[in-house]
């Protein structure tokens, strides 16, 4: 529980700085899109903020915040980020930890997207494994290198 949130206030002031910073660019140009970075923004603070004192939160309520997540990194590099949710239905109503399935989704990004320069795609796979729930979130970037083991 303690590892849990050390991860979710580590998660929050660097994402969100950052999309301040970029939602105040979008502004001082008179871009019309600031307007959707503010949307995609409000629904991501909407639906995590809740989300830091909570132990279980709804596997649908995880990836609506996942969503947010990554239409805001979409916004950030339109070319380079491509994302796909896959979901089955009976997983939506059971619960997972509170943004444990977010942080593997900023890992992708900021590993494996990030530092490529032709971008890629994040896949995040919910589906059930008998009694089990799997949750798969799966990179097509840069990968780990032998020079940095444990890493990602």
Do not use: K, W
């Given at each position: 529980?303690?590892?849990?949130?050390?991860?979710?206030?580590?998660?929050?002031?660097?994402?969100?700085?950052?999309?301040l910073?970029?939602?105040?660019?979008l502004?001082?140009?008179?871009?019309?899109?600031?307007?959707?970075?503010?949307?995609?923004?409000?629904?991501?603070?909407?639906?995590?903020?809740?989300?830091?004192?909570?132990?279980?939160?709804r596997?649908?309520?995880?990836?609506?915040?996942?969503?947010?997540?990554?239409?805001?990194?979409?916004?950030?590099?339109?070319?380079?980020?491509?994302?796909?949710?896959?979901?089955?239905?009976?997983?939506?109503?059971?619960?997972?930890?509170?943004?444990?399935?977010?942080?593997?989704?900023?890992?992708?990004?900021?590993?494996?997207?990030d530092?490529?320069?032709?971008?890629?795609?994040v896949?995040?796979?919910?589906?059930?494994?008998?009694?089990c729930?799997?949750?798969?979130?799966?990179?097509?970037?840069?990968?780990?290198?032998a020079?940095?083991?444990?890493?990602?």
């Open positions: 529980e303690a590892r849990v949130q050390l991860l979710q206030r580590q998660v929050a002031p660097h994402f969100l700085f950052n999309t910073a970029n939602l105040q660019a502004v001082d140009s008179s871009s019309p899109q600031a307007s959707v970075v503010m949307r995609h923004l409000v629904a991501y603070l909407r639906g995590s903020v809740p989300r830091l004192q909570q132990p279980l939160v596997v649908e309520d995880e990836i609506a915040l996942v969503s947010a997540y990554l239409e805001l990194m979409h916004m950030r590099m339109p070319d380079r980020l491509r994302f796909r949710l896959e979901v089955s239905a009976e997983t939506r109503v059971l619960g997972c930890p509170g943004l444990s399935v977010l942080t593997l989704v900023e890992n992708a990004i900021r590993h494996g997207i530092p490529c320069e032709d971008g890629g795609e896949v995040v796979q919910v589906r059930r494994d008998g009694a729930c799997e949750v798969c979130v799966v990179d097509d970037g840069r990968g780990l290198s020079a940095a083991p444990g890493l990602g």
